[in-house]
């Protein structure tokens, strides 16, 4: 038997409450409902969650995650089974994003079109980063809003069609954050390191494991400053804003996912944008 109730006002795109504010209910949700939304659960401790049928990772807090994808336009379905009471459903439907064409020229050639002999380099990049995103692990960094991992002026946003030197390119699934070479890049929230290394795309690259499939990563960086497998507090310096890889000038891509799933940061954070340098 599946007990159904109203879960949130409809129509809210988005909804962020303050961090210090508790879960009401046996099973809440908050973060954002929009496409590239991390949705962030929680549950009375010890219940089972599926979303679309699938389980997901409840913490022993009764903490969970998952996202909303770039283009998912299908309701996705919440399902909770408590002892005591009837299963709780809710669906919610992806509230639909209109996304911006952005076109970047003055790139170096060989970023936009790389030469063949880097093609095997970038495939074990690829794998690398696959596989280290595809890690459940049991750190709850994910639970709480993330900081901004520094000041400076969002010059690129989630979901823009890319037109790099005239070719139209994958939209961007990320933010780009400007600001000068050698800004201290910090932890959004804890996690641990999980890849810290130097890669042809991304140039300097950091990706941190907050916990449930959530990770986040940082592109382009002058500097890296932690290692792999090393703690790391929010707040903490991570490495330095560069230009490194594919990039026209010194800003740091910020990566949002929920395993393979690329969502926008900027709807992860307690404001859209980040704070004025
Ligand atoms: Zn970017």
Not at 26 to 38: A, D, I, M, P, Y
Not at 46 to 70: I, M, N, Q, R, T
Not at 141 to 168: C, H, K, T, V
Not at 189 to 211: K, M, N, Q, R, W
Request: proline share 9%; net charge negative.
């Amino acid at each position: 038997m599946i007990g159904r109730r109203a879960l949130l006002a409809t129509g809210a795109a988005l909804v962020l409450l303050p961090r210090a504010r508790a879960f009401a209910s046996r099973l809440s949700l908050r973060g954002s409902f929009e496409q590239g939304g991390l949705v962030v659960g929680k549950v009375e401790p010890g219940v089972p969650v599926l979303v679309d049928d699938k389980s997901v990772h409840v913490s022993p807090e009764g903490l969970f995650a998952f996202g909303l994808s770039y283009d998912g336009e299908t309701p996705v379905r919440v399902h909770a089974a408590f002892k005591d009471a009837p299963d709780y459903e809710d669906v919610i439907q992806p509230v639909k994003r209109q996304y911006d064409i952005q076109s970047i020229t003055g790139l170096p050639q060989e970023y936009v079109e790389p030469p063949p002999e880097t093609l095997e380099r970038m495939k074990q990049e690829r794998e690398a980063i696959f596989a280290a995103r595809q890690a459940d692990t049991d750190g709850i960094g994910f639970a709480e809003p993330l900081d901004w991992p520094f000041a400076g002026r969002l010059s690129g946003i989630y979901g823009s069609q890319r037109i790099l030197n005239g070719n139209p390119k994958a939209p961007h699934l990320g933010v780009d954050i400007a600001a000068p070479e050698g800004t201290p890049i910090r932890a959004p929230a804890d996690g641990i390191v999980s890849i810290a290394d130097d890669y042809y795309l991304e140039g300097g690259f950091t990706l941190l494991d907050h916990g449930h499939g959530v990770s986040t990563c940082y592109l382009h960086q002058s500097v890296r400053l932690v290692t792999v497998g090393q703690p790391v507090k929010r707040g903490d310096v991570i490495g330095h804003v560069g230009k490194t890889g594919r990039a026209t000038g010194p800003h740091c891509h910020w990566g949002l996912c929920w395993f393979q799933m690329k969502l926008d940061p900027s709807r992860a954070t307690s404001t859209p944008e980040p704070p004025k340098a």
